[in-house]
């Protein structure tokens, strides 16, 4: 059975961090790259950040860049998101996706409130 089980969302004050995890199993893990996603209540869906299947070529969306580090272990078949300096706007539901096989997790709540 194929899984993608994000952890490590929360409410913190802006300015602060938070660490994502994304675990997958029942696939293939270090053969897809791997995607974070969020979706903010009444908003689209927003691309977050991508890495490639063995850790390399990062890539973030612009209102991250500089804050959000994506980065992955294939030994522990999981993707991590650090996310320093959060805002408010970084409310949303933050899902993680290996896009091209169609697998998504359940999504994990990130609260940015003072």
């Known amino acids: 059975q194929v899984q993608l089980v994000e952890s490590g969302g929360g409410l913190v004050q802006p300015g602060g961090s938070l660490r994502l995890s994304c675990a997958a199993s029942g696939f293939t893990f270090s053969r897809y790259a791997v995607t974070w996603y969020r979706q903010a209540p009444g908003k689209e869906r927003e691309w977050v950040a991508t890495i490639n299947s063995i850790g390399g070529n990062p890539g973030y969306a612009d209102s991250v860049k500089g804050r959000f580090a994506i980065s992955r272990d294939n030994a522990k078949n999981t993707v991590y998101l650090q996310m320093n300096n959060l805002k408010p706007e970084d409310t949303a539901v933050y899902y993680c996706?290996?896009?091209?096989?169609?697998?998504w997790g359940q999504g994990t709540q990130v609260t940015v409130s003072s």
């Open positions: 996706s290996a896009p091209i096989a169609g697998y």
